[in-house]
Structure formats: structure tokens, C-alpha cells
């Protein structure tokens, strides 16, 4: 079994940082994903950040320049740092990875999800 526990998040004024974390933990052969997901209220979760295993990150347009999405392999964690925030950034925020787990077999695991609220 793997379980993604998240941190940080909270109520931020617009223009300033947050830094998410987001540990996984359990049976795990192997992350070969990790990133990040937002869900605003009436919208559909919407991906923010990825980062492979190469270390090869991707990132939504409406972020770029402004968030910075990182792993750490030997800890199986994976952070976001965000920077000059909006209030269009405001939601829930869910880490996402792919793990291969104790079933020897590829896994979509997701975090509980952590609110981050800009405030204008």
C-alpha cells in the first residue's frame, strides 16, 4: 500500500510564496512520475507541475516562470515552490505519483489534498 501525505498550503495575499511537499511512503519498487494537481471550486482538476525520473519537468502555462516543481529520488518526495501568486490560484492542490508498488504493477496514487487560498 503507498500513501501520499502532503504539507504546507495555507492562506497567502497575492504575490506571495508557498511550498508544498508531498512524501511518499510504503511499498514502493519505483516513482517513475511525480507532480502536482489543482482543483478549483466548479472546475476540473487541472494538472500544475510534473517531474519524471530524469528530472525532466513540465509545467500548465498559467504557471510557468511562477512555480518551480522538484523530487528528491532517495526520499520518494516531491515539492512545489510557488512564487508571485494569483488569486486564480486558489484551490486544492493533490499530489499525483505513478509508483510501482508491492503488486509489481504501475499504480496512479493521489494525496489527500492541501486548500491554498490567494487572497487580492
Known amino acids: 500500500q503507498v500513501q501520499l501525505v502532503e504539507s504546507g498550503g495555507g492562506l497567502v495575499q497575492a504575490g506571495g510564496s508557498l511550498t508544498l511537499s508531498c512524501a511518499a511512503l510504503?511499498?514502493?519498487?519505483?516513482?517513475?512520475?511525480q507532480g502536482w494537481y489543482r482543483q478549483a471550486p466548479g472546475t476540473q482538476r487541472e494538472v500544475v507541475a510534473t517531474?519524471?525520473?530524469?528530472?525532466?519537468?513540465a509545467y500548465a502555462d498559467s504557471v510557468k516562470g511562477r512555480f518551480t516543481v522538484s523530487r528528491d529520488n532517495a526520499k520518494n518526495t516531491v515539492s512545489l515552490q510557488m512564487n508571485s501568486l494569483k488569486p486564480e490560484d486558489t484551490g486544492v492542490y493533490y499530489c499525483y505519483a505513478k509508483v510501482y508498488d508491492s503488486t509489481f504493477s504501475w499504480g496512479d496514487y493521489w494525496g489527500q489534498g492541501t486548500q491554498v487560498t490567494v487572497s487580492s
Open positions: 510504503g511499498s514502493i519498487f519505483g516513482i517513475i512520475t
Open positions: 517531474v519524471n525520473d530524469s528530472g525532466n519537468t
